[in-house]
């Protein structure tokens, strides 16, 4: 299965796209709620309310809106499965800067909705696209083999990274390291990824197309 999904270019490019996209994401959960505390003083329970909206509400829209517009688009052309998470991501790089540079805390809060809704795009498009590749006794490996690859990076080196930078700017920005830290980092990283996906397009219709039975 592995040598199967290797060999698709379309699935390199969107396993390391997902896994970048996963990368802002996963950062993003983990850190948000400490840079609002930190740049912005707000209270925990207050803070909690909106981040609820944003990431749970919004993350569930986003899911839910980017598979069904992948469905209804991708009857024309399956290469919408690849295009929409890329748009999604080139649409969100702006608003997590945004989300960092602002000073009024509720501004910067409004400026994440987009990200919230817009991070998890990219899954149901990727799981359909993964399974898609292979035949339908490789499904269940092939989804194992691409969630290692999305938390290996996402999971495992997207919130220590930012962490790490944090703790290496304390020194010289006190409280607003956190806020540099996502600054340089989250933006980067869904730009990367909406690159990934793009590249990911070129190459996905052949591929669908000479999958295994």
């Given at each position: 299965?592995l ?6 270019v ?12 996963a ?8 850190w948000?709620a400490?840079?609002f ?12 309310t ?38 999604a ?6 608003f ?11 501004l ?9 809704v ?13 399974h898609g ?7 269940a490996?092939a ?7 999305l938390n ?12 790490l930078?944090?703790?290496s ?18 933006p ?9 996906f793009?590249?990911?397009a070129?190459?996905?219709?052949q ?7």
């Amino acid at each position: 299965v592995l040598l199967t999904l290797w060999s698709r270019v379309s699935f390199r490019h969107m396993a390391f796209g997902a896994a970048l996209n996963a990368f802002a994401g996963y950062s993003t959960s983990n850190w948000t709620a400490s840079f609002f505390i930190r740049s912005h003083g707000m209270t925990t329970g207050e803070l909690g309310t909106w981040l609820a909206l944003i990431m749970g509400l919004g993350g569930a829209i986003g899911v839910f809106s980017g598979g069904l517009l992948a469905d209804k688009l991708g009857r024309r052309d399956k290469r919408w499965y690849m295009w929409i998470p890329s748009l999604a991501g080139f649409i969100s790089v702006p608003f997590m800067i945004g989300v960092y540079v602002v000073d009024n805390a509720y501004l910067a809060l409004c400026l994440a909705i987009v990200p919230g809704v817009m991070f998890n795009v990219y899954l149901g498009n990727t799981i359909a696209t993964t399974h898609g590749l292979v035949g339908s006794r490789m499904r269940a490996t092939a989804s194992a083999i691409l969630f290692l690859i999305l938390n290996m990076i996402g999971l495992g080196i997207g919130p220590w990274s930012v962490g790490l930078l944090s703790d290496s700017l304390s020194q010289s920005l006190g409280n607003d390291s956190l806020r540099q830290a996502m600054l340089y980092i989250i933006p980067v990283m869904m730009f990367w990824s909406a690159c990934h996906f793009a590249l990911a397009a070129k190459n996905v219709r052949q591929d669908l197309a000479s999958a295994p039975d």
